[in-house]
T-cell receptor
Framework: DAMVIQNPRYQVTQFGKPVTLSCSQTLNHNVMYWYQQKSSQAPKLLFH???????NEADTPDNFQSRRPNTSFCFLDIRSPGLGDAAMYLC?????????????FGPGTRLTVL | GQNIDQPTEMTATEGAIVQINCTYQTSGFNGLFWYQQHAGEAPTFLSY??LDGLEEKGRFSSFLSRSKGYSYLLLKELQMKDSASYLCAVSDSNYQLIWGAGTKLIIKP
């Protein structure tokens, strides 16, 4: 089945220790998104790629970086995690057509910062 | 600014009907999505409305009024597994999804 995969599902890191979350997709979608979601809050878009074009949200902290080495994979790097970065991180994809942009989500990575 | 409003929490009884409302103010409109999100899991797609009116899909229906900036999700014959958060999201003029904070639906036996 075509899908969006995130690894790991649970990640524990220490304050200030860099961490990388990964996402892969078999849907062959053009667009990949990274969201941060805290409990009972709306998903917050961090950035997205349209093919190789990187789009950073204005309020995404510099502490968050992303890489998309190819169509299938996208990574989220948190350079120096703080306690406030503990959250669920969701990867999503969409075809990127301008008529219909349903987003397909991976299962998420829950990040704990000690 | 862009804003999506939906109730924080609702409670309903198994077998009953519940309506979850969503109002929005966005820069442009290219459709409205409803997603279901179980606790600790990723959102899953439920419905999409771009034209005014009611879209029915099994036990779930979604309604849109663009002139009023209003949508609702109607869930019939509620089951315990419907306990989840329901997220309303609007596709804006840049085709980016603007998300509501979600409505937590609690189903009681």
């Amino acid at each position: 089945d075509a899908m969006v995969i995130q690894n790991p599902r649970y990640q524990v890191t220490q304050f200030g220790k860099p961490v990388t979350l990964s996402c892969s997709q078999t849907l062959n979608h053009n667009v990949m998104y990274w969201y941060q979601q805290k409990s009972s809050q709306a998903p917050k878009l961090l950035f997205h790629y349209y093919d190789k074009d990187f789009n950073n949200e204005a309020d995404t902290p510099d502490n968050f970086q992303s890489r998309r080495p190819n169509t299938s994979f996208c990574f989220l790097d948190i350079r120096s995690p703080g306690l406030g970065d503990a959250a669920m991180y969701l990867c999503a994809t969409s075809r990127g057509t301008e008529t219909y942009n349903e987003q397909f989500f991976g299962p998420g990575t829950r990040l704990t910062v000690l | 600014g862009q804003n999506i409003d939906q109730p924080t929490e609702m409670t309903a009884t198994e077998g009953a009907i519940v309506q979850i409302n969503c109002t929005y103010q966005t820069s442009g409109f290219n459709g409205l999505f409803w997603y279901q999100q179980h606790a600790g899991e990723a959102p899953t797609f439920l419905s999409y409305n771009v034209l005014d009116g009611l879209e029915e899909k099994g036990r779930f229906s979604s309604f849109l009024s663009r002139s009023k900036g209003y949508s609702y999700l109607l869930l019939k014959e509620l089951q315990m597994k419907d306990s989840a958060s329901y997220l309303c999201a609007v596709s804006d003029s840049n085709y980016q999804l603007i998300w509501g904070a979600g409505t937590k639906l609690i189903i009681k036996p």
